[in-house]
């Protein structure tokens, strides 16, 4: 009798609030929506720096005629210095950074640049002479890359090294942005969602005041009296969390797994599995919403 009292009251107070209602699941479904995104777009970022580090080459360019680097003043490096870099790289002081090491020929660097500028002006005025000899080096662990970078810099014969993790730094950075500024949005949306179901509760328990002064007077406890609403935001909160993780499963199934992976597939994309595995989250983040803004709000306005 009194589960399905407190039932009754519920939906009750739902259908009474039913605008409020249906404002408190939107809100909640889109500001759980952007913490999804930002938490499967970190989930993406981790991937694509497990992905691409572990491809991560450090690349020693030696010099080529009429370099204006200091380094380089001496003229193109010389077949001895060319040697010295590659003993350098195998040795055993190395062995700890380096897991392995490709020599890069003029000719090689020709052929690449043929394959890479094919059926462009550049491809056909530029020769084996003017292309530069340079070292490729996978490291043991991309992390270290600085160690080895730093030991190359300098050298005699070497003009420059390129750290190709420089290159992907930016996009990471943009990345990262991109999820705190999700973060911040979905920061400013919840709050939203908690003045929203802390005004639903307030309604519900002023339009049943009177209902709940003669409850507490045939001595019915606080649990009892304000359970009713504590369900009501619940409630509210979990159908907004069902359609976030509901639309963050479908927009990842159809935009990412069905559209972008089959593109791209040297990629690795967060997949559908993902969202299953933060929807829980999201669930217990709706739950803590209803829950803070009950204790918010019940002490006060169901006092009689």
Known sequence: MRLRFILSQTFQGLSRNLAMSISVALVTFVSLTFVGAAALLQIQIEN????????????????????????????????????EIGALLE????????????????????????????????AQTVTVDQMQVSYRVKLVDPEQYQIVADELTGRPGVEVVVDQREQLEPLFLILNRATLLSVGLAGVMIVTAVLLITT???????????????MRLVGASNLFIQLPFMLEGAVAALAGAALAAGGLYLGVQYLVEDWLATSTPWVQFVNTGDVLTIAPFLVLAAILLAGISSIVTLGRYTKV
Not at 54 to 59: A, H, I, P, Q, W
Not at 66 to 71: I, K, L, R
Not at 96 to 111: G, I, M, S, W
Not at 205 to 214: C, D, K, P, W, Y
């Open 48 to 83: 694509l720096k497990t992905d691409w580090y572990d491809r991560v080459e450090v690349s020693a360019f030696m010099c080529p005629e009429n370099s204006s680097t200091p380094n380089c003043a001496a003229g193109e490096a010389t077949q001895e210095q060319i040697d």
């Open 91 to 122: 040795s055993e002081a190395m062995a700890p950074y380096v897991e392995e090491v490709y020599l890069e020929t003029k000719e090689d660097a020709y052929e690449a640049f043929q394959e890479q500028m094919e059926d462009t002006v550049w």
């Open 200 to 214: 639903t509760i307030r309604l519900s328990a002023m339009s049943r005041r009177r209902e709940t002064g003669i």
